[in-house]
């Protein structure tokens, strides 16, 4: 596996670098939201002329030895003009950036808004992306940032919105959805994101009331875009936490370009900084790659492709965690014996074929295949002593537990495995009815085949007695009389499950701009259809049918302010993925049923100037009506369900985020959250869900030195009300409402720019980059203590439970380089 592995690696940059940069002139023409721009028109004054295609790509000849003057033109664009006085036989790139043009004709919806603004949308810079890492770098990194997003564990890339779960969110890469691995039950284990920043050329995010063109999940969509090069460059990155290094080029004749990536990434250094002392190797890599052959004008033919190994093992040693009062400190200590390990490796490919009919009508045919073998051992033995803590200063015992409240052991063993294998084909077009009316639609088939083995079992004995499981019916009456009911583990899974899901999906929607008297409008609408069936072995076939209808309205009104106001919503359905079928004790119940919920979300944006600099403040409200919901507790980052449709749910909040250049030539947010989401199991009433996170403080800001421009900073602060979570796994959640303790983080970022793109050199090293910067990050600067779950330890005396926080990381120091060539 290893050699495969090292071998396709190999084989991806060698495709890539075998081919190499020669142009004239040619580039990628971006709008300020780094969008690529269709058909800008490219006219030379000596006659020459093309026009962008839909990935915002040109090129154009003109004669050498002369000075030649380019325009760029573009209806809803201001113009730009450049003068050119090329070799024979020179290559050159040009990628400008056209602005919004202020004053457009009334067919124009949209002036200083961008579609993204309408659509619902929040667009990140890829470049703060890669700029601003964090301690688990990516997407992610920035989107716990952003409000009505929550993020707590800051190993995990998973993430929740408005009140929803981690199975809730879509994404997709190129019009492609990718999926994640199903065992994980920690952020220890997790390892990498699936999108690779370093290939990132736009990030689209929607928090709710996304259109139906998007699939059926009850969350959120990010939407990633990859980018198609347009010349050679290689770009590097590396820290004590591992590094990546990311290469694109495009071949003479244009007609093929490649862009490929490889990250590994040791974890070690941020681990080995827990309680729980031990022996641990975080070992995560994979290797990704993009590719695009235009075989004429008409037709292209791009390919995504992925292979990503994850290892983790670990061999826990001791751990001691103080917590109480300062008048009544308390410590648990525990020392272990045992291992784990687990292993992750996921394949993935992808075939996106476009075929432009007209300047109006494009068609693609998107093939896939997504292959994850997954498992999870270990056997952990663990003793514990709870409790008082030596206070007394000075003595040579301080710190140290001295009486004891509470001894026990516990047994955990796991012999996990998963096989699971996804293929999709679907067919998507969009045809441009005139120049404000665009019509889309969509058909895809997929086919799920999972094999899972599932055995997990968990002993408990406390004071040397054996502590049987919650639903165990048998009392106990000792001392006073003799028990002789069989000893059981206290929790006992084993199952074997063989399922198959053949799904099909399709969507029509329809978007159009207009205008109302003096004021701009855009409207979409749209549908969308899933059926699926659910068999395998011992299991009984079962297919179900679902239809969403969704729909979209903006105004711009003709007001000296510049005001938008939107209005989204519909009927939403997440058919069941296999973790949704299987219920606690790890059966597939294939009857589960479609999660329903109905969103309404209402939004307006306030563009506006400060010291004569861009500045916005988007407010949205939203209520989602849940039924049909599956219950399901929340540990660490594991889900697990009932399987049941037994509940109904609720969810209601606002998110405010105002950003803007707080410092000139930086772009910087603070966002501000509120939620509230309850469900009703059974009809027992209403109590909190395992997501809900009542208030998020988020903040982003970049800072440089005036008198140093290239020495820039980054101060990432998270802020979120702790959710409930703090009971036990089997405990009955009306009983237990305990939350977590708040989450508070701060990292901080700084670097020094050595070699600046915009900046010219005499130096000859400096010669050899576009790009140059060193720095070191303080990950939570403060050393909060932050906590994702609790331990639960009986006290012999008092027959309480106390619960014992497990802290997520500590404060960590990393260095970082980065370099493009």
Excluded: C
Excluded at 213 to 242: A, C, E, H, W
Excluded at 258 to 279: F, H, K, Q
Excluded at 747 to 775: C, H, M, Q
Excluded at 799 to 805: E, G, T
């Amino acid at each position: 596996m290893k050699r495969l592995y090292f071998t396709t690696i190999f084989g991806l940059f060698f495709s890539v670098l075998s081919f190499s940069q020669s142009a004239i002139i040619r580039g990628v023409i971006l709008d300020e939201s780094n969008k690529p721009i269709e058909n800008v028109n490219i006219k030379a004054s000596t006659g020459e002329g093309t026009a962008t295609n839909e990935n915002g790509f040109y090129e154009i000849k003109v004669p050498s030895g002369i000075e030649v003057t380019i325009i760029f033109t573009h209806v809803s664009h201001k113009r730009v003009e450049q003068k050119f006085n090329l070799k024979n036989g020179q290559e050159l790139e040009y990628n400008p950036v056209m602005k919004i043009e202020v004053e457009q004709i009334a067919t124009v919806v949209i002036n200083t808004n961008t579609r993204q603004s309408v659509d619902g949308v929040t667009s990140i810079s890829p470049q703060m992306i890669r700029t601003i890492k964090g301690a688990q770098p990516g997407v992610e990194n920035i989107l716990k940032t952003l409000p009505g997003v929550n993020i707590s564990n800051e190993l995990s890339t998973q993430y929740s919105v408005r009140g929803g779960n981690f199975d809730e969110n879509l994404v997709y890469v190129n019009e492609i959805e990718v999926y994640r691995p199903f065992l994980i039950r920690s952020g220890n284990q997790e390892g990498l994101s699936f999108v690779n920043t370093d290939l990132v050329q736009n990030v689209d995010f929607s928090a709710g009331g996304f259109q139906a063109k998007y699939g059926d999940k009850l969350s959120s969509v990010l939407d990633i875009t990859y980018r198609n090069p347009v010349g050679f460059g290689i770009r590097t990155d590396l820290s004590l936490l591992g590094g990546s290094v990311a290469a694109e080029t495009v071949s003479k004749d244009g007609k093929f370009s490649g862009i490929a990536g490889v990250r590994y990434r040791d974890n070690s250094l941020i681990l080995n900084n827990l309680e729980t002392e031990g022996n641990v190797e975080p070992v995560f890599a994979d290797a990704q790659t993009y590719l695009t052959y235009r075989f004429s004008s008409k037709f292209h033919l791009n390919f995504l492709g992925n292979i990503s190994l994850n290892k983790y093992n670990f061999q826990p040693e001791n751990r001691q965690t103080n917590f109480g009062t300062l008048q009544e400190p308390v410590a648990l200590l525990v020392f272990y014996e045992g291992q784990e390990k687990d292993q992750y490796q996921t394949y993935f490919g992808a075939f996106k074929a476009n075929y432009f009919v007209n300047d109006d009508l494009t068609l693609k045919l998107i093939t896939s295949a997504y292959h994850t073998v997954e498992q999870e051992y270990f056997d952990i033995f663990a003793q514990y002593r709870l409790g008082e803590v030596n206070t007394n200063i000075g003595d040579e015992n301080l710190g140290e537990v001295e009486f004891s409240e509470g001894i026990g052991s516990q047994l955990t063993h796991a012999r996990n495995d998963l096989d699971a294998f996804i293929v999709n084909a679907e067919h998507r077009g969009d045809y441009k009815i005139d120049d404000e009316s665009t019509f889309e639609w969509s058909v895809k088939y997929t086919h799920e085949d999972i094999r899972d083995r599932l055995v997990e079992y968990e002993v408990i004995d406390s004071a040397g007695f054996s502590i049987r499981p919650p639903n165990f019916s048998q009392p106990n009456l000792q001392p006073y009389e003799s028990f002789s009911g069989p000893l059981r583990a206290f929790e006992n899974i084993r199952a074997l499950n063989k399922v198959k899901i053949n799904r099909i999906q399709a969507f029509a929607q329809y978007s159009k701009n207009t205008t109302w008297g003096t004021n701009d409008v855009f409207y979409n609408v749209g549908v969308r259809a899933h059926s699926w069936t659910v068999n395998g072995d011992n299991i009984e076939s079962n297919s179900q049918t679902v239809f969403s209808p969704r729909a979209q309205f903006a105004i711009k009104p003709d007001w000296d302010k510049d005001m938008l106001f939107r209005v989204a919503g519909g009927l939403y359905y997440q058919p069941p993925f296999y973790r949704e079928l299987r219920d606690s004790s790890g059966v597939v119940q294939p009857n589960v049923k479609a999660q329903k919920s109905f969103h309404i979300v209402l939004g307006n944006e306030y563009s506006f100037e400060i010291w004569d600099r861009p500045f916005k403040l988007v407010t949205e409200a939203y209520y989602k009506g849940l039924s049909d919901v599956n219950p399901y507790t929340l540990e660490n980052v594991r889900i697990r369900y009932r399987a049941q449709n037994n509940a109904e749910a609720y969810a209601y909040g606002v998110d405010m985020r105002l950003n803007g250049e707080f410092v000139p030539g930086t772009e910087s947010w603070f966002s501000f959250g509120y939620l509230k989401t309850e469900e009703n199991i059974d009809n027992r009433g209403y109590i909190a869900r395992p997501t809900d996170q009542r208030l998020k403080f988020g903040a982003l800001f970049q800072d440089y030195v005036p008198n140093m421009p290239d020495l820039k900073m980054y101060l990432n602060l998270v802020y979120n009300t702790g959710v409930p979570g703090g009971s036990p796994s089997y405990a009955d959640p009306y009983d237990f409402q305990i939350r977590l303790r708040d989450y508070r983080r701060a990292d901080l970022g700084v670097s020094l720019e050595l070699v600046n793109p915009e900046k010219t050199y005499d130096s000859k090293w400096k010669k050899a980059f576009r790009e140059l910067a060193i720095g070191f990050e303080i990950y939570n600067m403060f050393n909060n203590q932050n906590s994702i779950t609790n331990t639960w330890v009986r006290d012999v005396y008092t027959k309480r439970q106390f619960a014992i926080p497990n802290f997520l990381t500590p404060r960590v120091f990393n260095v970082r380089l980065s370099a493009r060539f």
